[in-house]
Nanobody
Framework: QVQVVESGGGAVQAGGSLRLSCAAS????????MGWFRQAPGKEREFVAA????????DYAASVKGRFTISRYNRKNTVDLQMNSLQPEDTAAYYC???????????????WGQGTQVNVSS
């Protein structure tokens, strides 16, 4: 059984920064990708960023590229998401996912956390 736990959400003003952390514990992770997704009220869950085992290959949504950075620490099975220059449109519940078979498809990730809320005020 794999557990995925996020931390680090909160409230910030536009232009500010937050760092989200995700810890995955257990065995049998499935696929090699770990990623972050987000869901705003009334909207579908969308891809934010993902990283492959080894921490070298990454992928970002166009809306966050250049502002967000994903990092992976394999020994600790953790993934961080550094979010800079936050904007009100970044407000959402952010979910960490593990065991993915590709970067961007939510349905191909096997394990999900409960989510952490990020609120950005203007």
């Amino acid at each position: 059984q794999v557990q995925v736990v996020e931390s680090g959400g909160g409230a910030v003003q536009a232009g500010g920064s937050l760092r989200l952390s995700c810890a995955a514990s257990g065995r049998a992770f499935g696929g090699p990708y770990m990623g972050w997704f987000r869901q705003a009220p009334g909207k579908e869950r969308e891809f934010v960023a993902a990283i492959m085992w080894g921490g070298v290959s990454t992928d970002y949504a166009a809306s966050v590229k250049g502002r967000f950075t994903i990092s992976r620490y394999n020994r600790k099975n953790t993934v961080d998401l550094q979010m800079n220059s936050l904007q009100p449109e970044d407000t959402a519940a952010y979910y960490c996912a593990a065991g993915g078979l590709n970067y961007r498809t939510p349905g191909l990730y096997k394990y999900w956390g409960q989510g952490t809320q990020v609120n950005v005020s203007s």
